[in-house]
């Protein structure tokens, strides 16, 4: 199958001539139905360019609601069994969708508000601003094993962290409230005449994100409704792969010139390092290679001594030979069984007490480099 191409066409015939099962990740934004009749001015009395562009207009709900049943179902038919699915949308449409998406049989993992930090004014002033869109996060089964670099979000998660306090190291969990600006200035695509080529460009950051913590470096992301490719763009930057979908030309011609001039940026976020496993090694390996001593005192932070290590790995403690992490409980005296026993363990190396864990990553950068 091709990737890293738009295809131009309507989305519902050419997911049905795609590949089952054979996609990551999905990033949609379809049509909203915004519903929006004759003209809205601003306050001061000029006219708003809102959503009124034909490919969101439909005769009624059912109309909406089969068309939505149509895309949805292609697009759980490509999705892989371990992918997931992001759809966004409006109070228009996202109920709608997300029932529609249950139906189905998709699963829902989250569901995302994006507060959006500088949104259109009500120039009525007869409701609360519409200040948030609703993100729907699902997965094809409920048993879905899909990617969630969870580490790596935590790392973009300035969301509930001050700036000050990132710079000093402290991350805290990405919750489901996200904070990003809607699309404005150069980052908007405007044709020829200079004027706006798509009235709901989405901001690439929020695709970055998207893409960052729900996929892995050269995966395929699919976006049904492909508009300004700011799918495509986020994709190629993270080094993942695309196929785009859009039934504009105009778009797609001005996608493409947008797609041309992205990058590949090969950094920690793209890699998702933050969320890379380990290399696994045992004390036994350890001690075999002279990193920890067979026979030497187990201490605890406090400098008291309890137990010596045996040449498997264990611990003697009192006479009883157990793993380091149930003898740091009998050692901590917790009611749990088990504790981590390399958040507990130290040796002594030049009269220091040095973390057992510690020694365990320089074993571990040892064993790369060998």
Request: hydrophobic share 35%.
């Amino acid at each position: 199958m091709d990737k890293n191409i738009i295809i131009n066409g309507n989305c519902i015939e050419e997911l049905s001539k795609m590949k089952e099962n054979s996609v990551d990740l999905i990033f949609a934004d379809p049509p909203y139905w915004m519903r929006t009749e004759g003209k809205l001015t601003r306050v001061e009395g000029t006219e708003f360019d809102g959503c009124d562009d034909d490919w969101d207009k439909f005769s009624s709900l059912e109309e909406y609601e089969q068309f939505t049943y149509q895309w949805l179902n292609g697009c759980k038919r490509v999705l892989k069994q371990n992918g997931s699915i992001w759809v966004i949308g409006s109070m228009q449409c996202i109920y709608t969708i997300g029932a529609i998406m249950q139906k189905l049989g998709f699963w829902i993992i989250n569901d995302i508000i994006w507060h959006k930090k500088n949104p259109t004014p009500n120039f009525k002033g007869t409701r609360l601003n519409n200040s948030h869109e609703t993100m729907i996060w699902a997965t094809k089964t409920p048993n879905s094993k899909y990617t969630f670099n969870y580490k790596t979000a935590k790392e973009l998660n300035l969301d509930t962290v001050s700036i000050d306090d990132y710079n000093s190291g402290i991350r805290k969990q990405m919750g489901s409230v996200w904070k990003f600006s809607v699309c404005s200035g150069n980052e908007r695509l405007k044709n020829d005449n200079g004027e706006k080529l798509h009235n709901t460009q989405k901001p690439q950051e929020l695709l970055e994100r998207i893409i960052a913590i729900s996929s892995n470096k050269n995966d395929l992301v699919l976006d049904p409704f492909g508009g300004t490719m700011t799918t495509g763009a986020a994709a190629k930057k993270l080094g993942r792969n695309y196929i785009m979908i859009e039934k504009s030309e105009e778009y797609c011609y001005y996608g493409k010139i947008r797609l041309s001039s992205v990058v590949f940026e090969n950094n920690q976020i793209a890699s998702a390092t933050f969320d890379e496993k380990p290399l696994k090694v045992t004390l036994k390996e350890m001690i075999l290679d002279k990193y920890l001593i067979e026979g030497e005192w187990f201490y605890l932070k406090d400098g008291n001594k309890v137990a010596t290590l045996c040449k498997d790995g264990k611990l003697n403690y009192n006479n009883d030979i157990i793993d380091i992490h149930s003898c740091a409980a009998l050692a901590k005296k917790t009611k749990a069984t088990r504790l981590n026993g390399f958040d507990y363990w130290y040796v002594k190396r030049n009269d220091e007490l040095v973390s057992i864990d510690n020694i365990r990553e320089n074993y571990r950068a040892y064993k790369i480099a060998k």
